[in-house]
């Protein structure tokens, strides 16, 4: 199988409303909607930092597009297109298949069509950038948060990462534990739902990714405030509840890959109900710097940082 055969098989289909011109010409040409503004992000995953070389490709396709539809959810933005850029050390045509198939079902439950790419011969690495639109002066940044405002999240946080140390044999979970932990880390939900129905409600908006603690700082530093986060009002799943406390605070604050949004509102603002769970975790405050409390209202000293790629 050639490079253009590989395309037409599994990375091009008939081209999609609002896209003129999609896999096969230089560029794709797309239809803006009159007035919309465009939103554009790119992430890219590389094997053994993002993933593990045993995950199954199906779940690593739906991975590689949901992190990139997270952004979008982020910033309030509806789905228009994807370009996948894929480097692969030979094309393993039952690889390709798995990886495909998760990568277009959840194209298709988004609604967002793949417009072109890159294809080449390398160590696995897989980059998409997301296209997506919202109105003008609606796209949500993380920049609003005023003081006063409650702290949300969505979902749950921590499940993720408590799946990553049993990978890394730091612990052992029983088989339905870990599958359901495993099923956090490996396929999550994009919150475009959410993200759109929070235009005109949220002040300021972010999908945590590398951790609660370091995600919500840049929220913080973007607004120019300070925050108190209350520990025990985290969201968590009961496979985590269960687990000590000081791994259950390093997986709520400082887990990461959990793709779910924070974000902040005034008190009393009608939060959307789009049948995910939200949870009001703290509050923005003026005096700068992110404060956690226990139960009590005691500080608690956690010591904890989040993920960054080149201090770890
Ligand atoms: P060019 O040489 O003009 O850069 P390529 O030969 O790389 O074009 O790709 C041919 C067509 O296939 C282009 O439309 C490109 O966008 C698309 N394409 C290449 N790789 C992929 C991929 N992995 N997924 C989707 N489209 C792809
Ligand atoms: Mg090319």
């Known amino acids: 199988m050639g490079e253009f055969d590989l395309i037409r098989r599994f990375f091009q289909r008939p081209a999609a409303a609002g896209v003129e011109v999609g896999v096969g010409d230089d560029c794709a040409v797309l239809v803006p909607t009159p007035g919309a503004r465009w939103l554009v992000s ?23 597009l949901a992190v990139n539809l997270s952004d979008l959810a982020a910033c309030g933005a509806t789905p228009r297109g994807f370009t996948l850029a894929l480097a692969l050390p030979r094309a393993d045509e039952a690889w390709l298949a798995g990886f495909a198939q998760g990568l277009w079902a959840l194209a298709d ?32 940044l993380r920049s609003g948060a005023r003081v006063g405002d409650e702290i949300w999240v969505s979902g ?30 490996e396929l999550p939900t994009p919150r475009l739902t959410l993200g759109q129905a929070l235009r005109g409600v949220a002040t300021a908006v972010l999908d945590i990714s590398d951790g609660l603690l370091g995600d919500l700082g840049h929220l913080l530093a973007a607004s120019g405030v300070g925050a108190t986060l209350e520990l025990a009002a985290l969201p968590r799943s009961a496979v985590l509840a269960a687990q000590p406390l000081a791994l259950q605070q390093e997986c709520l604050l400082a887990g990461g890959d959990d793709y779910e949004l924070v974000f902040t509102a005034p008190p009393g603002a009608r939060l959307p109900d789009v049948g995910v769970p939200l949870t009001r975790i703290g509050r923005i405050e003026a005096a700068p710097g992110l404060r956690v409390v226990d139960a009590r209202g005691e500080r608690v000293d956690h010591g904890l940082r989040s993920f960054d790629h080149f201090q770890s």
């Open 42 to 64: 790119s992430d890219m995953l590389v094997e053994g930092r993002h993933f593990l070389s045993t995950v199954d490709p199906a779940r690593l396709g739906h991975k590689a």
């Open 109 to 140: 439950a988004s609604g967002i069509p793949l417009i072109g790419g890159d294809t080449t011969q390398g160590p696995l690495n897989l980059c998409i950038t997301v296209f997506g639109e919202a109105p003008p002066g609606q796209a949500l």
């Open 156 to 185: 749950r946080l921590g499940d993720a990462r408590l799946a990553l140390e049993v990978f890394r044999g730091r612990m052992a979970l029983a088989g339905e534990a870990f599958e359901q932990v495993r099923v956090a880390m």
